[in-house]
């Protein structure tokens, strides 16, 4: 108590996930503890900023009241906007990335089919952007896409992440401004966070012949598509159509492959050209790497939840660049949190599917239980990690289908832009083929 009033004491509901210890040690190594005894503690403004990205539609007064709703009969500061800014502003951003650096990484859960291949811990990489306000602070450090349409009408960021794809925990992520720096600008960032024993799925973005060296250097393996026009040099070729070349000085195996999908409404045929430092035909054939580099979508899943599911598609709230960076780094948080809680829940059901998780029912969940104020009134005791993950385990998905669904624009940026109303929005079910081409030559 402080004051008589609400305090850290009271926000059990949330300690569960983010222990007062592990809170205070933030606050402690980035030395943003209180100098003197306030109705906002430092410890409480934390808690604060994680729960606001569970009510991303609401402000944080709203918030608060949110956290101190159901204390019925108990001493409660009402603390005005201004103050809740001031009190996040004098926190920063620091202790928020301390969390998210001691709470990354991947999932622990038994080594199987769902999160490895041929013994190996499938990661992905890739990047995407957020929309951020557009205050003259905030264009300071951000700046607004070009486009054809007359480009977005709000600034934007760049998030890279390296994400464990049998359960979309982020094993790092980085981010920054102006989107003018590209993805391989930020991915160097992230490569100290790989290791031997992983392997690693990304696109044609990050084909780059020095990127793959520095990311072969780290140990981990490489399985990245490149663009169909390359030129490859044939080295060796090996009887399940794959063939030896190099990327620089780094030898790669290299597959051309067909990939067929066919549906209902027809069949759809691309050509895909993946490299890999697995150089042994034997152990690592080529149709099992064709197939395994679909699991690289996974990521995509996960910007799905954070920019959808969370964030409902809004504007971040903070209106400077230190804000932004200190909501950044809360969303992060709030999503590992969920993501391993959900992991942990779906371990201990031996043959479960991660996927087969909902992230919708464990964020709703975890907002339930803030409304309720789970745990802080007397006579109530809640595990939040395992109420969430009762709650998983109680809905699981069906087990994953193959389907596709076209790859469009489903939100225009204006209203005016979008693409008419004849848009294929439907998903259907699909056999998916793929054959390996061999290398034309001797």
Excluded at 22 to 46: F, G, K, N, Y
Excluded at 197 to 204: E, K, P, S, T
Excluded at 266 to 284: E, M, P
Excluded at 308 to 322: F, K, M
Aim: aromatic share 6%; hydrophobic share 40%; proline share 6%.
């Amino acid at each position: 108590m402080a004051g008589g009033r609400f305090a850290p004491g009271h926000l059990g509901e949330l300690t569960q996930l983010v222990p007062f210890e592990m809170v205070d040690e933030a606050l402690s190594a980035t030395r943003a503890v209180q100098s003197r005894l306030r109705d906002l503690p430092s410890r409480v403004v934390i808690y604060l900023l994680l729960a606001a990205c569970l009510f991303p539609e609401t402000g944080y007064p709203g918030v608060w009241r949110k956290l101190t709703g159901a204390l019925t009969g108990l001493p409660v500061a009402a603390p005005t906007a201004s103050a809740l800014a001031q009190a996040r502003r004098r926190v920063g951003s620091k202790p928020l990335r301390w969390l998210f650096d001691l709470l990354r990484g991947p999932a622990a859960t038994p080594h199987g089919p769902q999160t490895h291949w041929r013994g190996l811990l499938v990661v992905a990489l890739d990047g995407t952007t957020m929309t951020v306000p557009d205050t003259p602070a905030v264009l300071t450090r951000f700046t607004k896409q070009a486009g054809n349409h007359g480009g977005t009408g709000y600034p934007q960021i760049r998030l890279l992440a390296l994400v464990a794809c049998g359960t979309r925990t982020l094993i790092d992520a980085v981010f920054g401004g102006p989107t003018t720096s590209g993805e391989t600008t930020y991915a160097p960032r992230l490569l100290p966070s790989l290791r031997p024993g992983m392997i690693l799925l990304a696109d044609r973005n990050f084909g780059a012949q020095k990127l793959v060296a520095d990311i072969a250097a780290t140990k981990a393996e490489v399985l990245v598509r490149l663009k169909n026009g390359r030129r490859m040099p044939v080295l060796a070729r090996y009887r399940d159509g794959s063939y030896l070349s190099a990327l620089g000085g780094l030898h790669v195996r290299v597959i051309d492959c067909e990939i067929t999908v066919t549906t209902t409404a027809g069949k759809h045929t691309g050509l895909y050209r993946l490299a890999t430092t697995l150089l042994d035909h034997h152990r690592h054939p080529a149709a099992g790497l064709a197939t395994l580099y679909h699991q690289r979508w996974e990521i995509e899943t996960a910007y799905l939840e954070l920019k959808s599911t969370i964030l409902g598609g809004r504007v971040l709230r903070a209106r400077t660049p230190d804000g932004i960076d200190q909501e950044i780094y809360a969303l992060l948080v709030v999503y590992q949190l969920l993501r391993t809680a959900m992991a942990d829940a779906t371990s201990t059901q031996c043959g479960t599917d991660p996927d087969r998780a909902s992230f919708s029912i464990a964020w709703q969940s975890a907002r339930d239980l803030v409304v309720q104020a789970a745990g802080v009134i007397a006579d109530t005791v809640v595990d939040l990690t395992g109420t969430i993950g009762r709650h998983v385990l109680a809905d699981l998905l069906p087990k994953r289908r193959s389907r596709v669904s076209p790859r469009i624009v489903k939100r225009a940026i204006s209203k005016y832009q979008a693409r008419g109303p004849h848009i294929d929005r439907s998903s259907y079910k699909a056999t998916t083929g793929i054959e390996t081409l061999a290398p034309a030559g001797p």
